[in-house]
């Protein structure tokens, strides 16, 4: 499936929008996992889910690459070119170039050139917390800009003579759009443990409030939580402790630590 160039202007815009400056805006990692989940949450179908990881070069190129939710790649990485033109900004890939005006805190869809109609998405909007795009029937595709998350993991390792021994992982980073990590197995001594972040709107009519969530799972069902703890959502730290397993992570802002 080749969304490549489509998906080639995935900036989250903190700023006032300039085209000169998406280039500085457009490395990070994004992902459509909320949109994915509240579909199966209201019984539709659900989209494939995907994450990218916009990656800076130099000289305006970068390196798209998508991953998994460990941040593994999945797809070969493709470049991409950013070149200012005019009040314009060009985002281009493989034969496919998209035109994009800055319009208020936004990126908006100008014109495209070259081969882009064999690709199965548009990109439409780029705003200060999602992308806009579109399937060819008109569906909706939102990626969210993931915001990086560094923890700590300790797993209980195998009693011996009544005393209990941990594990202690530090610096493993993931993101709050459905990242995760994990720690233990192989020859630790101590079972695998899961940690995955969500940074969790609920839409509308939902009365539930916006809530940062950190999920724990088993190496046997990596699918389904065995459990979960909460936060706001402007919270710089959350944590979890399941007496087999404890975890602290902290959203990085360029001054966090763990």
């Known amino acids: 499936m080749r969304i490549i160039p489509t998906m080639a202007i995935l900036a989250g815009v903190a700023a006032p929008a300039a085209a ?74 493989n034969d496919c170039t998209r035109l994009f005006r800055p319009e208020g805190d936004a990126f908006v869809l100008d014109a495209s050139e070259g081969m882009c109609d064999d690709l199965p998405a548009v990109m ?35 009693e011996s003579d009544g005393e209990s021994e941990w ?18 197995g192989g020859d630790s001594g101590a079972p695998v443990a899961i940690v995955r972040m969500r940074n969790v709107i609920w839409p509308a009519p939902s009365r539930n409030r916006p809530s940062l969530v950190l999920y724990v799972h088993t190496e046997d069902d990596p699918d389904r939580a065995v459990s979960y703890s909460w936060a706001d959502p402007g919270a710089e ?20 630590d763990e």
């Open 20 to 93: 000169q400056d998406l280039a500085d805006l457009l490395p990070g990692i994004y992902a459509n996992t909320e949109q994915v989940y509240f579909q199966g949450e209201a019984g539709e179908p659900q989209d494939r889910w995907i994450s990218l990881r916009f990656t800076a070069d130099g000289d305006g190129a970068f390196t798209l690459q998508p991953v998994d939710a460990f941040g593994e790649p999945v797809e070969p990485a493709e470049t991409v070119t950013v070149v200012p033109r005019g009040d314009l900004t060009a985002l281009s890939s």
């Open 124 to 158: 439409q909007r780029i705003g200060p917390a999602e992308i806009a795009m579109a399937w060819p029937d008109g569906r909706p595709l939102e990626l969210r800009r993931a915001r990086p998350v560094s923890c700590w993991i300790s797993v209980r390792k195998t």
């Open 167 to 184: 594990t202690f992982d530090s610096g493993l980073m993931m993101h709050d759009q459905g990242g995760r990590i994990r720690a233990g």
């Open 237 to 256: 730290r959350i944590g979890i402790n399941l007496r087999w397993m404890q975890a602290s992570c902290t959203v990085q802002d360029g001054n966090g």
